[in-house]
């Protein structure tokens, strides 16, 4: 469940700035990358119908074979980035299914209408039904086939390749009305064991884990237990900005730096100490944009 690497410490208000341009940097790698896959595939599309042309006898121009794929294949840069954020905005699931089949079907129809536009120019061909241009409407269908099939595989890799989305540490715009106000408790949690007593400061813990009637204490490197149920602590340190995020975890808000979305509504919440929770669908980590 949990992975940890080199703790990192650093102040609430210090991450502000770092995680953003953490998540710069992922987006300007994710959209190279998105044009970098492109142009491979124009090169390798230029490549097989140079030797189909050649099989045959013609005498391709490779620089023209070239440009015309790198132009058919450009749009599919930010096509591939707005799936790719669509997707980790609102995950593969079948919630958001009737989403990302109309999605799909835009996207398909948005990209081969610039393929006839393209067609027509390069061409200089009527498109119709009829006489030799017949044949370009039956690619038509296979690229719409084929649209569609890149939709879901960049649904189902693009927000991976994106990156994790930041969390908003900042109140909302419009936020809900004020629940009623849960009971304030002590800075410190009292920990009971064959006779002695031990105070854990509140602000030191990164996160809280259910253990039978237990619950864990995960403070830096080390754990504590200590009596009690989870539901009873997440009423008591929510003021503390502990959050749930799984019928069996809470996480302190201010040890949070990531968050990563899953299949089916789930996703990763990353700690800023490098571990990594799940968080269940059940649970909405509060001002994640």
């Known amino acids: 469940m949990t992975q940890r690497t080199s703790a990192v410490p650093m102040s609430l208000t210090s991450t502000r700035l770092p995680l953003l341009t953490v998540a710069s940097r992922s987006s300007l790698r994710a959209l190279l990358g998105f044009t970098t896959a492109c142009a491979v595939a124009a090169v390798l599309s230029a490549a097989q119908i140079y030797l189909r042309q050649r099989l045959a006898d013609q005498r391709p121009e490779p620089l023209s074979l070239l440009w015309l794929n790198l132009v058919a294949w450009a749009p599919w840069v930010p096509m591939a980035w707005a799936v790719s954020v669509f997707g980790r905005e609102f995950p593969a699931n079948r919630a958001n299914a009737p989403r990302h089949i109309a999605a799909a079907l835009l996207a398909a129809t948005a990209y081969l209408h610039y393929l006839a536009?393209?067609?027509?120019?390069?061409?200089?061909?009527?498109?119709t039904?009829?006489?030799?241009?017949?044949?370009f409407w039956v690619e038509v269908g296979d690229f719409f086939l084929v649209c569609l099939l890149l939709y879901g595989v960049l649904l189902a890799l693009g927000p991976r390749i994106l990156g994790a989305r930041t969390l908003a540490l900042r109140p909302r715009s419009n936020p809900p009305a004020a629940p009623v106000e849960p009971e304030v408790p002590s800075p410190r949690l009292e920990i009971r064991s064959r006779g002695s007593t031990r105070f854990v400061d509140v602000a030191d813990v990164?996160?809280?884990?259910?253990?039978g009637?237990?619950?864990?204490?995960?403070?830096?490197?080390?754990?504590?237990?200590m009596r009690g149920s989870l539901t009873e602590l997440a009423r008591r340190l929510a003021a503390q900005g502990f959050v749930r995020i799984h019928r069996s975890s809470l996480v302190n808000r201010e040890r949070v730096v990531a968050e990563r979305p899953l299949a089916k509504g789930d996703a990763e919440i990353e700690l800023r100490d490098g571990t990594v929770l799940r968080r269940s669908r059940r649970y909405r980590f509060p001002d994640a944009e």
């Open 213 to 225: 009637s237990y619950v864990r204490l995960h403070v830096g490197e080390r754990w504590l237990l």
């Open 117 to 127: 536009a393209f067609r027509l120019v390069t061409h200089g061909e009527e498109l």
């Open 129 to 135: 039904l009829g006489g030799l241009q017949h044949a």
């Open 206 to 211: 990164d996160w809280i884990s259910a253990d």
